[in-house]
């Protein structure tokens, strides 16, 4: 298909040529001049759309790019595809003995692909792609997890160990690094393991891999906390301004997280007279009622707070 192009202030240097229009050729991507047919200029990039695709495969195939780079999946994102339809660049038939080299190629890259390190990788992301969507994990952390998954693989610290409590284990220590508020027992109900599990496959991931983590701080979680329950702005302000009180004095040391951001939320829904059921507190944050009143007692006595 040929396209007057207005695009390029090109002129054919023919003498015999008057001035005619610049053409481009979408086909074999060259302009050329529309009254002598001269090559102006070779291989013009093509800004159009892709084309449609309904399925990865097609996506692969008729892309001219393909996916983005990604230690978040198995083979990073650059996969070796051999095309089934027989054909060359051109759109011509290949030989008998052509396509039966190329179908030789194609057994041994599906035998390479199913070495027990890259099968172990293959299930990991998987599972790692149904915890991003569970639990709403943003791209930078499931790159960081990626990462430290397979730096635990080529140490083979895997070695008897669940993929999918280690790949939980590795998300979790992500989470840490990154400041992502995503608690044990979230990753864990998630994961579908068990909670103690988890966190004896964490400590031994951190010790073996010599990864630096700090803990959460308590004002992470009072937004999420807020946002299931309903908590006005103004509380939310006054739970933050009680966090980090305890902070100064040292009181949040060795405490959970979790529970401390609900305890302080507990007490600013109090003094703002905001009705709050203290179940729904402890259910949106998973901690139980009686740790958010032993917690908000103390922070209440330590911080001089009358209500």
């Not at 052509?98 to 293959?122: P, Y």
């Not at 807020?226 to 939310?236: A, L, N």
């Not at 302080?264 to 009622?289: F, M, Y």
Request: hydrophobic residues 35%; charged residues 25%; proline residues 2%.
């Amino acid at each position: 298909m040929e396209l007057t192009s207005d695009e390029f202030s090109l002129k054919c240097k023919q003498n015999i040529c008057s001035k005619g229009p610049v053409v481009t050729d979408n086909t074999t991507g060259e302009v050329l001049c529309g009254s002598c047919g001269l090559v102006l200029i070779e291989k013009v990039e093509y800004t159009g759309p892709e084309s449609r695709t309904h399925d990865m495969e097609q996506y692969m195939t008729r892309s001219r790019t393909g996916a983005g780079v990604s230690l978040a999946m198995y083979d990073m994102g650059l996969p070796t595809v051999i095309s089934a339809e027989g054909k060359d660049a051109s759109g011509k038939f290949l030989s008998s003995y052509t396509k039966n080299t190329f179908n030789r190629l194609k057994l041994w890259d599906r035998r390479s692909k199913s070495r027990s390190k890259d099968r172990n990788l293959k299930i990991a992301f998987i599972a790692l792609d149904a915890l991003k969507t569970k639990l709403a994990i943003p791209d930078m952390v499931i790159e960081k997890t990626a990462y430290i998954y397979r730096k635990a693989l080529s140490m083979k610290i895997t070695r008897g160990r669940s993929i999918t409590g280690l790949l939980c284990a590795a998300l979790y220590a992500a989470c840490r690094q990154t400041d992502t508020p995503r608690t044990l027992h979230d990753i864990a109900q998630a994961g579908n393991i068990n909670k103690k599990n988890l966190s004896r496959s964490y400590r031994d991931l951190i010790k073996s891999l010599e990864l630096k983590v700090r803990p959460f701080d308590s004002s992470e979680f009072v937004t999420r906390i807020s946002s299931e329950v309903g908590i006005s702005q103004k509380t939310q302000r006054d739970a933050l301004n009680i966090i980090s009180q305890a902070t100064e004095k040292e009181i949040s040391a060795g405490k959970n997280p979790m529970a401390l951001a609900a305890a302080a939320l507990h007490i600013s829904c109090v003094l703002n007279e905001e009705r709050k059921k203290q179940a729904d507190i402890a259910k949106a944050s998973g901690i139980t009622a009686v740790t958010i009143r032993n917690r908000s007692t103390a922070l209440r006595k330590d911080l001089g707070i009358k209500i």
